[in-house]
């Protein structure tokens, strides 16, 4: 047989050579090392998680209480740490959506590229800014800023559970609208830099066949770069959401305590899981109290495992269309 350079018996097969093995052995097991790394922290959470569960004399699922000073009377819950998580993470991310929107449309479609470089930059630095100085800023500036507004949203729209009267007084504005509102900024620059680069991604025919059929500026946003961008946009979102779920130092500084159990309000104080477990983090020396704050934070490592792990499938299933 000969083949169609002439060579008679030549190999149609690639030749594997020392280095394509090494480098395929290299990527395979830095891809194995998370997977095992990711697996390990789950088993180790789990292990050391079982025993306080067990001696756990509270349901560990609705109560509100968290007392771990006596070993032999462990009375634990996650309620009014999913509350709060669950409850601030919402608020950050209603806040960010939007705005990210705006921004990334705004530097992808309207602003010259003069302007789009420097200010996505601008932008993207948020990201480096470190958490205490979030804190901080939304302790001494933030806080006292929104107590005002939050006050005036208690007032008018108490009737609704949301804005309704908190576990703390209001002064200070250590909340849960206010860790809300300094968890979007946070998110601002994960939530805006991938959406960004989605929209970025739209077909050039797309656009110029709207703008040939004589579409305006803000048609061919809305029929071709939004529904382009629509999967990365939510699959960006979402990984803002996971990051905001596991914020610990900001949300430690700014959130108020409170003895009393979270009444699904806004305006409630009180513990998230993260700012739960580093509150304690000097206290761990016992196995089963210490087990009591690892089994929270297990709840919180499945909590943003699923979320990320759904952000990744809206983005792989948009993709995979």
Do not use: C
Not at 209 to 228: M, N, S, Y
Request: net charge positive.
């Amino acid at each position: 047989m000969t083949s169609d350079s002439g060579q008679p018996g030549a190999r149609t097969a690639a030749v594997r050579r020392p280095g394509d093995t090494i480098f395929r052995t290299l990527t395979t097991g830095a891809g194995l090392a998370i997977v095992i790394a990711i697996a390990l922290i789950g088993i180790f959470l789990l292990i050391k998680a079982v025993p306080s569960l067990l001696a756990d004399k509270d349901n560990f699922l609705v109560s509100a209480n968290f007392i771990t000073l006596d070993s032999n009377n462990l009375r634990f819950g996650i309620r009014d740490l999913l509350i709060v998580t669950v409850l601030s993470s919402l608020v950050a991310l209603v806040i960010a959506m939007p705005v990210a929107l705006g921004i990334a449309l705004f530097l992808t479609q309207y602003s010259p590229p003069r302007l789009s470089r420097p200010f996505a930059y601008l932008v993207d630095l948020l990201a480096a800014v470190p958490s205490i100085v979030y804190g901080l800023w939304g302790i001494l500036v933030l806080g006292p800023a929104l107590e005002p507004f939050e006050t005036w949203l208690n007032t008018v729209f108490g009737w609704f559970p949301l804005f309704a009267t908190g576990n703390i007084p209001l002064a200070g504005a250590g909340t849960i609208f206010t860790v809300g509102v300094v968890l979007a900024v946070m998110l601002l620059p994960i939530v805006t830099s991938v959406t960004r680069e989605v929209f970025r991604q739209t077909p050039v025919m797309q656009i110029e066949g709207a703008l040939a059929l004589g579409a305006t500026k803000w048609e061919v946003i809305r029929t071709t770069v939004l529904p382009f961008g629509r999967s990365g946009y939510i699959a960006a979102s979402m990984l803002g959401l996971g990051r905001a779920l596991g914020e610990t130092v900001a949300v430690l500084l700014i959130l108020h305590a409170s003895p009393k159990p979270s009444g699904f309000s806004l305006f409630d104080g009180g513990y998230t899981f993260a700012s739960k477990i580093a509150s304690a983090a000097s206290e761990f020396s016992q196995p089963l109290p210490t087990g009591a704050y690892i089994a929270a934070g297990l709840v919180l490592f499945v909590l943003t495992f699923v979320v990320n792990a759904v952000a990744r499938s809206i983005a792989g299933g948009k993709a995979a269309k």
